[in-house]
């Protein structure tokens, strides 16, 4: 099997996992994971392992692949795990990855800037969501079509800008110039749901669109819609206000 045809079946497996696809890290002073670095960007080109920690399993590391992804792989090298590595802690299952990525989300969302994000204020407030959004996203638009109904049942979208292809696609650079108008809220709505992009020019305004999608990165985004509580509980992808009423609660 060519290295070539192993980097495309590697991209495609760890998109297909999405974003839980790393686990709790114990131990990192005492990782081994030399061989199993070195293996896997030998094996792999174009990829490199960012990070290496300790593995909840015995004999294997967890490898960080381009700062986006998360691998298993034994420390001699010779076998890779691509998934979900769950935890059976007091007979209850859980995602070790997934409670990392929500520690990360909290601190992270702390930090946001209001000004930098686009924002659709419910008047009787009771919950706040964050949600990393692309213009091009079909179910980004099947959500937006219902963003009174959101503010209605009293919740706050803040929007992130995730560009799902990257910085350099037409989606960025379109939400850049979104992200400049005077009407930022007016701006999306119409690029959503007219196909409509306002062409504002470009300043310091348009730097949170690129920050933002790193941010994403950091959080496990691996599609958008992907909403997220102030605590940084992922509440998934599209759903309705009913949906989500109830996974805030």
């Known amino acids: ?11 495609g ?30 094996a792999f080109d174009g990829m490199k392992v960012t990070e290496v920690r300790a ?5 294997m590391v967890e490898l960080d692949v381009n700062g986006r992804e998360s691998v298993y792989m034994t420390e001699d090298g010779r076998h890779i795990l691509i998934g979900k590595l769950l935890e059976i802690k007091d007979g209850e299952v859980v995602n070790p ?8 989300r ?12 686009i924002t659709y204020t419910a008047e009787d407030e009771k919950a706040e969501v964050y949600v990393f ?25 803040h929007y992130l800008a995730f560009p799902r292809g990257g910085a350099t696609t037409e989606a960025a650079a379109a939400m850049r110039h979104i992200w400049c108008a005077e009407d930022r809220a007016q701006a999306l709505t119409d690029a959503k749901l007219k196909d409509e992009v306002v062409q504002a020019e470009l300043t310091e305004c348009a ?15 691996r ?25 805030l609660e």
């Open 1 to 11: 099997m060519n290295k070539g045809f192993l980097v495309l079946l590697m991209t």
């Open 13 to 42: 497996l760890m998109a297909a996992c999405g974003a839980d696809t790393s686990s709790e890290s114990k131990g990192n002073d005492a990782v081994n994971g030399d061989k199993a670095k070195a293996a896997f960007e030998d």
């Open 55 to 59: 593995s909840p399993v015995a004999g």
């Open 97 to 104: 990855a997934e409670q990392r990525f929500e520690k990360v």
């Open 106 to 117: 909290k601190a992270g969302i702390k930090e946001l800037d209001p000004a930098d994000m």
């Open 133 to 157: 959004t692309d213009i091009t996203c079909g179910f980004c638009r099947k959500l937006h079509r219902h963003i009174d109904e959101y503010n209605a049942a009293g919740v706050t979208v």
């Open 207 to 221: 730097k949170p669109v690129d920050e933002q999608y790193q941010l994403g990165n950091t959080f496990g985004v």
């Open 223 to 247: 599609g958008t819609p992907a909403i997220y509580s102030i605590d940084g509980e992922q509440l998934g992808g599209y759903v309705t206000p009913e949906q989500l009423l109830e996974r």
